[in-house]
């Protein structure tokens, strides 16, 4: 089973990256209010179904995907 796993800095934390996009994107004509850089990872886990999926994502998010000081994550079904 294919499970996604998004992970954003969370909303207190500064996020240079997003900040320098949006001012290029802005320098360059575009109309961006806010610019977020984050990271997308996909995993292919052996589950019979999501919940079962999820609960082993979650675990492996918890060991090493994220940093729970500075960011947030989210497990999806693909």
């Known amino acids: 089973m294919k499970i996604g796993v998004?992970?954003?800095p969370r909303k207190e934390v500064l996020d240079t990256q997003g900040r320098t996009v949006q001012?290029?994107?802005?320098?360059?004509?575009?109309?961006?209010?806010n610019c977020?850089?984050?990271?997308?990872?996909v995993l292919d886990v052996n589950a019979k179904n999501?919940?079962?999926?999820?609960?082993?994502?979650t675990k492996m998010a918890e060991f090493v995907l994220y940093n729970?000081?500075?960011?947030?994550?989210?497990v999806e079904q693909l």
């Open 68 to 74: 729970p000081l500075i960011e947030n994550y989210e």
């Open 36 to 41: 977020t850089i984050g990271k997308y990872i």
């Open 6 to 8: 998004k992970v954003l």
């Open 50 to 57: 999501f919940e079962e999926a999820k609960t082993q994502v």
């Open 23 to 33: 001012s290029s994107l802005s320098e360059n004509g575009f109309s961006v209010s």
